[in-house]
């Protein structure tokens, strides 16, 4: 792997460890300017597709509240990145995501098991999500998305 | 750390993110691919190591196609990479591995935690595993391996 | 992200994978090394903060020989690394950690997930944690420590 790739490649982890960390610690706005004004959220645990910054913050608004009256901490863990460069130059980073739930006073757990596959791209020397497809390990595979 | 060290640590990570994914999925041969031909694949939960590409693919493809006919979908998970260079110029890569473990339609839980430790070798300019060691934490430690 | 700064992060990885490495064997006297002599370990599942490296030492070996003697393996995993560089040349890393538990001839499970900031110093060539603050997600966030 050259230099400059594996910069690359350890920037998008950098990337992942502030963005999931700005969605567990509550800070929703904050968390939703990582993705385009015109991102795309795409999980097959929702009824169909989030599009736009407004629908995808205001999704993590409610969930993150939800989970605060719950006294619950989420953590999501992103590991084992794959990362390639599209010849459009955005780049395709495929994760696996770990989601443990760990309510006050009590036990830690794991919550859920998925696939994430990102379209990343640079805007303004920033890197945003561009489409997000996220695929739960519980659910059957059919739904391929649009991805 | 040097840049260059820096870089060949991050191919290991892009290796095993790859190596994982290929098992995951199902891609057996393609997995096996990323041992040697004479490759040994020694873990203290087989009776005896299996030697060589063609008993190690073997070996995964009926681990897979229990668990596509179980419907459940494992999650291997490397990390805390430590890599040392030896003076044969193989590179010695520690990690944890957690397995995690979901069932269709059911829980994700934590399958098993293990130890995994790799001599890995270039082979035109790939990485591929000369001898895996892997060490199960519920089994005790007596079983040292050859490695 | 520079490819210097880049493989600061990755020395940053590659210590934490060491470090914990160090703890899960029981390499307690070695693991207390990687502490500044002055180091302070502050977890809000203590009473009160460890100071300096004797005291962190023996807090850990007698955890250490308690799980021993119980037959049960842990695991520390870090992960969702951020680094930060501060004026006076210190390191602030930010990292989840993901606590595993094998009994022996038992299941894996997770025993405990926290987050870990660290201030790390570099001692002549070498990483160290001069301040640890470890955060329990079962407990309430109400008591911020000294950082």
């Known amino acids: 792997m050259s230099e400059e790739r594996s910069a690359v490649y350890q920037e998008i982890h950098h990337f992942?460890?502030?963005q999931m960390r700005l969605l567990d610690e509550g800070r929703v706005a904050e968390w939703a300017e990582t993705f385009e004004p015109d991102g795309v959220f795409d999980a097959n645990g929702h009824p169909?597709?989030?599009?736009g910054r407004e629908m995808i913050e205001s999704g993590a608004r409610k969930a993150s509240e939800r989970l605060a009256a719950d006294g619950v901490q989420r953590r999501h863990w992103l590991g084992m990145l794959e990362v390639a460069e599209r010849p459009d130059g955005t780049l395709?980073?495929?994760t696996y995501a770990l989601i443990l739930s760990t309510p006050r006073g009590g036990q830690a757990s794991v919550h859920m098991s998925t696939t994430c596959a990102d379209v990343l791209v640079r805007d303004e020397g920033t890197l945003r999500v561009r489409r997000r497809t996220?695929?739960?390990d519980d659910l059957a595979a059919a739904d391929g998305g649009e991805n």
Do not use: D, S
């Open 48 to 51: 169909e597709p989030l599009r």
């Open 134 to 136: 996220v695929r739960r």
């Open 16 to 18: 992942y460890a502030r």
């Open 92 to 94: 395709f980073a495929q």
